[in-house]
């Protein structure tokens, strides 16, 4: 085995990359079986190489640490509760400011009846800290320790005099920079101005190294010392998914001045890899920037890409293109991948496609597959080896000899304070290595702590294998390939918890495809709008006298069509439509009612891009929100069908020998449906699809502001197959077709959602018994919210503040679930609210058909003139902390988002409800005042905590009033099923939607007992 094999390599590569182009990866797998088994004594050969290396370097600091840490990561690797529990102090602890509260941190944490200690356990932390780590001193001293294993640190000295200290190693580095999730854009501005700062100080120090280490010289010359590891999300604080070009031309504007000084200065910059979400736009920035003229051939550059992504090999393939036609040598660093759990999770969240392979050797077995592809097409990428793990890096070695690839032409990097006596070996056997060097504060640096926490004690992960488990070397160095041939495929789709039903997903518009048939469907819809849209009695379309325009609200100009308006004659033959076919449909099995209906959530789904136009245009919904709207829309149809289904057939109440006891569930018979405006689709979908899934017959009463869009669900019914009169459409005046209805004694429900004030004279007027009605009628009620949050003293930050901003803000505010206060623990308040405030203001406000706007219009002109009037009143009340700039259009109805603070609890800010973007800001001493203020409200809809406290989370989840709440996440956003949602007090009446018990406010139970027994004896089957 040569290691390293000078070869006179060009004329070879030249040969390699015709073929390579045309498909590089096949080459590998069409090795040869005698080839595959001499790559793989290779493997073995250089793996016994390393590890025997290594054996006399010893272990990693990680795992050789006396007394306190020790005991807690030996721990950790034993007790999955304890290792939760503990790396979730870790996490917390740099935000703790007392002892006291470290103290108290601890306790919650580690002193949990659940966590195992073992009393060893407890000896070893006594003895490492004496009684004292139980009251907090000394704790805090011992993580920062821990995370200075693996950081450099913020102090600028002890930063180069690593740097130094490695390059007098021979082991080159690149430097990260360790911080908070980028919020807004002076965290932006700040982060760039950090990159700006770190290139003149490396410059500084590296300029006096007389030469470059071995490290950063390979056969074909010198590579730059000063090496830059840069993060996308760090630049651009908005980044949305549905607006790619506006990320790429913020960040390319705060990449750019990088790029220059890096140019200027001779250094190489690395774009990281971070999660899946911003991986197409990583590449297509990297590709974009680089390709501007300024820096198609300076500075150099590289990029990280993840082997733990089933696109991988695609996307490598395309980088290699691209640096093959730009004629720019790129570095590929090539890593598996630090978020597996995130995207697992956040994939099985969304019912999307797992972006990341199942299993750990399929990973491993595509870093292989990857490694080769790099050194296949040296030519055109330089490559970089990203791993820790002996078998990955013995392939790479394998397989360089096999294609005379010189071991000096590629690197190795490894992260600083991982893996020590690995690099050791790779150093002796004279190959490249590079450390990856975090810098930073210690309390951003902390998810950078608990991830390489959580990489040296992974289970699954090759450190803990070696070197605390003891896993034998033979099983260290197995072929991959040959253990995913063993091994079941995990995580195909993600895990049904209803076999009966299934969440539609949002849109992905990281997907190019995806956005585009947005914008074709505005481009569509904009050439038809303006049209008439009839009543629907009997499934005919009716015309009236009277239509009333429904308009764009970011141009009222734009009418995005006219609304049939309904007299009272007309509704009364809606209503006897609706009772003439109610007989029929109630006798129509339940699970061809259900079918109809399923029926009508597959149409949405072949109509959903038309329909988000739809909402964009006329509710003022942007992007996300008009998706998320049909999505639950289509989950509402789906799901009630699926409930139906088991309702309809009888449900045993007891078993007893000799009688049969049935539950049945009847049709309530005619029901009115009034539904708002702000999910157009949504709520009157959900509750039109439960009630006639149920077996009744309904007349809709969609809301004056959206009725185009409650049109076409109308049309989807009738397309669906629903026959004539078991939905009728009946647009008009609330005040006199929709009371007129409500009041009436042939209805027997009224299935109500919006405004406290509507809702109490709806409920109020069903409450009467006109003569001629013959039951009680019915009222499904939901009404308003005043929703708190609470930010506790030790809540994480950078959650806290996009979950809040989106939670208030979200379409403009107009959700009855919406964050309307937020109530800050004082110890927090003041960097809270600093960096919420910048948040808010980095916003981007306009038009909802613009992608990346996150703020639209408010629905009519209306509301803006209430809400300004709210935001008049709320300045003689409390302080007008920030208030955002809305685009001059005087035919748009913006309104400001705002902000007020020190908003007393007596005053109309912090009880009305508003329904806009004004959110009322109240500091509280401690968590009880937190509590009180939260629960001092009429309504009990929503309501959030953001805490890393277990004992306060307990308690927010006992004490905190209100329908549903959202623990350390944003408080808006239901989902069918899985977050039923809906309030009490003046909230409403206690009704879930989207629940498994909400068919049954439309139905009504009846029980049929039958005697069985017949002179004795009882059938079998009884
Ligand atoms: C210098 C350097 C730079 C890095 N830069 C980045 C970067 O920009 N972006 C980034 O994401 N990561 C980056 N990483 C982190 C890197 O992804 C992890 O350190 C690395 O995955 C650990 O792999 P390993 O080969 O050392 O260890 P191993 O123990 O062999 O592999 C662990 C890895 O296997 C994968 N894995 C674990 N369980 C499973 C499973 N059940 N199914 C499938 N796969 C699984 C995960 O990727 C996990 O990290 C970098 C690492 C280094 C050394």
Redesign the pocket.
Known sequence: MSGTTALACHGYFEELSRVSTSNPASMASRRSPSQTAGVESGVRGWGENIFSRMDTAGTPSLFTKKGLQAAMMDWAMRDEHFKTQLFRFVDVLPSLTSAGEVSRHLKEYLGDEQVNLSAGLRTALKAATGASWLFGAGVKAQVTAMARQFMLGDDSKEIVATLRRLHDEDIAF?VDVLGETVVSETEADNYAARYLDLLSLLAGETSKWPQPCKSNVSSRGTIPQLNL?VKISALYSQIHPADPETAIEKTSSRLRPILRKAKELGAFINF???SYALKDLTLHLFKTIFSEPEFASEPACGL?M???LKDSEADLKGVISWARLQRHHVTV?L??????DYETVIAQQKEWPIP?????A???AN?EKLSVILLENADAVEAAF????V??IAHVLAQADRLGVNHRDFEF???YG??EPIKSALLQLGCRL???CPVGELLPGMAYLVRRLL?NT?N????ANTFAKGASREQLLRDPNAMVAEQEP?HRTSPATNPMFRNEPPIDFTISAEREKILAAIRELRQQIGRKHPLVINNKYISTRDWLPSTNPANQNEIVGYAAQASIAEAEAALAAARAAQPDWARTPAGERSAILEKVASLMRRDKAALCALEILESGKNWTEADADVAEAIDFCNFYAAEMRKLGKPQRTQQVPGESNLQHWLPRGIGVIIAPWNFPLAILTGMSAAAIAAGNAVLIKPSDQTPVIASRLMDLFIEAGLPAGVANFVTGPGSTVGAHLVAHPKVDFVAFTGSKEVGLKIWETAGRTPPGQVGLKKMICEMGGKNSAIVDSDADLDEAVSGCIASAFGYQGHKCSELSRLIVLADNYDKFMERFIAAAASMRIGPAEMPGNVIGPVISREAQQRILKTIAIGRTEAKLAWQGQIPENPNACYVPPTIFTDVPPASRLFREEIFGPILSVTKAKDFDEALALANDSEFALTGGCYSRSPVNIERAKAELVCGNLYINRGITGAIVERQPFGGFKMSGGGTKAGGREYLQNFLLPRVITENCLRRGFAAAEE
Do not use: P
């Not at 990203?386 to 793990?389: A, D, L, M, V, Y």
């Not at 699954?460 to 450190?463: D, I, Q, S, V, Y």
């Open positions: 690149t590891s990281d890899m971070e990280a993840q082997a733990y660093r890593v598996k991948g630090a978020y597996w990341v392979f199942g299993l750990k399929e990973t491993d870093f990203g791993t820790h793990n078998r990955s990097q490894m992260l991982m893996a590079r450390e990856y990489e992974s699954e992960g090759f450190l995990r």
